[in-house]
C-alpha cells in the first residue's frame, strides 16, 4: 500500500489528537466562539497553531532542547503562563457579562483578542516545548513505523501493508493538516450549540474561565516548584 496517504492520513491523526484534548487553549478556542463567532474562534486556534510552527521550527535547530534543560528558564515560562491564565480567565467572565447584557454573541469577530491569546499563552507553555522533545522528535527523525507488523500472530503476514514515513514532509503536512481540520470544525460545532441554545454562550463562558484558572495555578504551583 502506498506510503504517502497513509502517512498523511496519520500526520492528521496525530494532529487532532494533539489538538482535541481539553485544556487552556481549547477553553480559549470555545470561549471566543462562542462569544464572538466562529472567526474568532479559528483565529484563537490559528494562534496556538502558529505557536506550533514555531516550536516545530526551533526544534529542527535543536534550540527546544536548550529550554528543555533548564528548569529554572522552564519554572519562569510557567510562572508567566499562569499568570496569563488567570488574567484571561477574567477576560473570559468580563466577555460573558458583556455578552449576556448584548443579550447574544458579538460576531464577527469584534474585539477579539483570540490569537493573540492563544499565540502568548502557547509560546509561554513549556509542556509544548516537552512535546516537540518527545514525541515531537518522531516526528522529524527518518524512519518507517510499520503498524500492523506489530501485531501477534499475523504480523508477519500484514508486514508492509500500513507504512507510516517518519521524518517526511507527508507526515508534517497531514500533521498541521489535522490541526487546520480542529480549529476550523470545533468553533463552529461551538457556534452551532450556542445558536440551538442561548445559555451554551454563558456555560462554556464560565466553563472555560473555570479550565483556565485551574491550569493556570497548577502551571504557578509547578512554576515555583521548579524555581525553588
Known amino acids: ?36 463567532g466562529w472567526s474568532s474562534g479559528f483565529l484563537a486556534g490559528l494562534g496556538a497553531m502558529t505557536a506550533d510552527l514555531i516550536f516545530f521550527l526551533l526544534a529542527v535547530v535543536g534550540v527546544v532542547t536548550v529550554i528543555a534543560d533548564r528548569p529554572r528558564l522552564r519554572g519562569v515560562m510557567l510562572m508567566i503562563g499562569g499568570l496569563l491564565m488567570l488574567w484571561f480567565a477574567v477576560s473570559a467572565v468580563r466577555a460573558v457579562r458583556q455578552t449576556a447584557r448584548a ?91 450556542a445558536e440551538r441554545d442561548a445559555t451554551i454562550s454563558t456555560v462554556v463562558g464560565v466553563a472555560s474561565a473555570a479550565v483556565l484558572i485551574g491550569f493556570g495555578l497548577l502551571f504557578l504551583h509547578t512554576g515555583v516548584g521548579l524555581l525553588g
Open 1 to 36: 500500500m502506498s506510503s504517502v496517504p497513509i502517512t498523511i492520513a496519520a500526520g492528521m491523526l496525530f494532529g487532532i489528537a494533539l489538538a482535541a484534548p481539553p485544556g487552556p487553549m481549547n477553553a480559549i478556542i470555545a470561549s471566543e466562539s462562542v462569544l464572538r
Open 103 to 193: 443579550g447574544g454573541q458579538t460576531r464577527g469577530g469584534v474585539g477579539s483578542t483570540g490569537f493573540q491569546k492563544a499565540f502568548v499563552l502557547a509560546l509561554t507553555n513549556p509542556y509544548q516545548i516537552i512535546f516537540w522533545l518527545t514525541l515531537g522528535v518522531g516526528l522529524l527523525r527518518p524512519g518507517q513505523i510499520d503498524v500492523l507488523a506489530v501485531l501477534p500472530i499475523v504480523g508477519s503476514e500484514l508486514a508492509g501493508w500500513l507504512v507510516i514515513q517518519t521524518g517526511s514532509p507527508a507526515l508534517i503536512v497531514g500533521f498541521f493538516g489535522g490541526i487546520v481540520v480542529w480549529i476550523t470544525g470545533f468553533p463552529a460545532l461551538m457556534v452551532a450549540a
